[in-house]
């Protein structure tokens, strides 16, 4: 029998800002929230309809420290990386779960910085791209 598959592909917005914590050894992890919507028309009313879809977006080491540096909020972002659930106690002690985009690949595809200089012809959009390493190791928090 074959392996299994646990791949995500978004493109989204980001819902606030890159929150990046640093741990002693050096390495860090940054989080953010990612809208996604999807549109239809009711055929009952004609009403265009707008679903927003809210998902935990995880970014490790190297890549937190970039999408903490150039991505804020409303920045759209092409991301790839796979599905991960937690498990953590609440403040009274209750089982919570959580579930999270674990990033591998990204690729900014706006960000604020680059539609500013985008009223300059001779500035280029640039979209960054960078392959973070693969740390399965359950988070600290």
Known sequence: ??????????????????KVHYFDG?????????????????KTTGEKVTNTE????????????????????GDKIYLEGRIKNRKWQGEKGEDRYTTEIIVNEFTF????KEMQSSTNPDSSNQSISNETESNDSDLPF
């Open 1 to 18: 029998m074959a392996g299994t598959i646990n791949k995500v592909i978004l493109i989204g917005h980001l819902g606030d800002n890159v």
């Open 26 to 42: 050096g390495g860090s992890v940054g989080r953010f929230p990612l809208a996604t919507n999807e549109s239809y028309t009711n």
């Open 54 to 73: 809210w998902h935990n977006i995880v970014v490790r080491n190297k890549a937190a420290e970039i999408c903490e540096k150039y991505l804020t909020k």
């Open 109 to 112: 595809l706006t960000t604020k």
